[in-house]
Each structure stands twice: as structure tokens, then as C-alpha cells.
T-cell receptor, first 115, second 113 residues
Framework: DAGVIQSPRHEVTEMGQEVTLRCKPISGHDYLFWYRQTMMRGLELLIYFNNNVPIDDSGMPEDRFSAKMPNASFSTLKIQPSEPRDSAVYFC?????????????FGPGTRLTVT | SQQGEEDPQALSIQEGENATMNCSYKTSINNLQWYRQNSGRGLVHLILIRSNEREKHSGRLRVTLDTSKKSSSLLITASRAADTASYFCATASNSGGYQKVTFGTGTKLQVIP
């Protein structure tokens, strides 16, 4: 299994530009999570999906952030317009319901730098 | 404040020593999980302990849970340089029919060879 795949691994963009982060969860997993990690705020849950439906987006910081999951094998997190304070590492994770361990599998992350 | 807060924030020990990290939380939980994050990588699940369990072992890992004190500890015995990483507790609780997982602030462990 390839694990959770995220792209790009690194993104450098200028303030005001649109940024799109992509995630491919592990096949068969029906939960997908988007997290943001910074030194100041730690690991924050932004949004999660179950069977492609957004369940809780209360962690999305502002309307500039949006996430979609058009099918079971793909999700995007979009920031428009981007700001320097959005600089962070963004992780996607997935898991399968019905497992005893509730283990989330994390991708390698996308390091976003907004200048 | 965050649901899970680890203590200490950072820990430096010699190889072969034991490392103990603590996690405190505020609300009732279904289970508590521990994850490891190596520098520049995603988190990796280590172990889960359910709210009705008090202790669990997995290899060199030992986890305890005290629901009356709302705290958990992770013990790594006979530490190795490869254990150098950040360790996070994650509490799982019911939220609108789903299980919501909230990660703590993490403990940065350095094992000196």
C-alpha cells in the first residue's frame, strides 16, 4: 500500500495567491482529515470527511479556506487568497471505520510558505 | 486550551534510560491514543488505550490511563537513539454521533547515543 499521498510536498507562494493542496487517502478508508501544524498552535484539525461528506469544519480558520472531497480517492484543501500567517505544514490523514484501533494514517505533509 | 496537553514539553535522556511522558485532558473520552512524529514526517500511530482500560503494553511501550485524574502516561523503556521524535497524545470523544480526535501539544524527546 502506498499510504496517504499528498502533493505538493513543498509550496512557496506570494501573499494573495490561490493555493491548492491535494490528498489521496488509502484505498478503502472512509474517513479523511485535514490538519495544520505550526510551532505556535501545534496540530489543529481543520476539517474531516466521512464517505466524502464534510462532517465537521469548525476548525477551518476563515472563509479563505475551503475543502472538497469529490470522490473517495481525492480531496483538496484550497486557500484563497493566501496570507503569510497561513504558512504551516498541512497534513492529510485517513482511517477506516470499524477498526478497533481508530488509527489514523498520516501523509508526509505539505510545507506551505506564503511570502 | 487544547484537550490534551503533554508534559514535559521537551525531554533529553541517555540511550538505555527510560522516558516517561504525561498527557492531561479535560473532558470525558472514549479512548486515548499516542502517536510519534519524526522530524519532517507525518504522525505514526503507536498505541490506543480505551477508557475502561488502565494499562496497556506494546513492545517497549507502556501506556497507563487514569480517568479519575484525566491523565495518561507513555513510558518508553530502554530508549534508543531512533526513539528521538515528538510524541503526541490524542483523545477521542463522541461528537454528534462521530468520534472526534483532538491532538495534544506534544513532547519532544531526544535520546542521546
Amino acid at each position: 500500500d502506498a499510504g496517504v499521498i499528498q502533493s505538493p510536498r513543498h509550496e512557496v507562494t506570494e501573499m494573495g495567491q490561490e493555493v491548492t493542496l491535494r490528498c489521496k487517502p488509502i484505498s478503502g478508508h472512509d474517513y479523511l482529515f485535514w490538519y495544520r501544524q505550526t510551532m505556535m498552535r501545534g496540530l489543529e484539525l481543520l476539517i474531516y470527511f466521512n464517505n466524502n461528506v464534510p462532517i465537521d469544519d469548525s476548525g477551518m480558520p476563515e472563509d479563505r479556506f475551503s475543502a472538497k472531497m469529490p470522490n473517495a480517492s481525492f480531496s483538496t484543501l484550497k486557500i484563497q487568497p493566501s496570507e503569510p500567517r497561513d504558512s504551516a505544514v498541512y497534513f492529510c490523514a485517513s482511517r477506516r471505520s470499524g477498526t478497533a484501533t481508530y488509527e489514523q494514517y498520516f501523509g508526509p505533509g505539505t510545507r506551505l510558505t506564503v511570502t | 486550551s487544547q484537550q490534551g496537553e503533554e508534559d514535559p514539553q521537551a525531554l533529553s535522556i541517555q540511550e538505555g534510560e527510560n522516558a516517561t511522558m504525561n498527557c492531561s485532558y479535560k473532558t470525558s473520552i472514549n479512548n486515548l491514543q499516542w502517536y510519534r512524529q519524526n522530524s519532517g514526517r507525518g504522525l505514526v500511530h503507536l498505541i490506543l488505550i480505551r477508557s475502561n482500560e488502565r494499562e496497556k503494553h506494546s513492545g517497549r511501550l507502556r501506556v497507563t490511563l487514569d480517568t479519575s485524574k484525566k491523565s495518561s502516561s507513555l513510558l518508553i523503556t530502554a530508549s534508543r537513539a531512533a526513539d528521538t521524535a515528538s510524541y503526541f497524545c490524542a483523545t477521542a470523544s463522541n461528537s454528534g454521533g462521530y468520534q472526534k480526535v483532538t491532538f495534544g501539544t506534544g513532547t519532544k524527546l531526544q535520546v542521546i547515543p
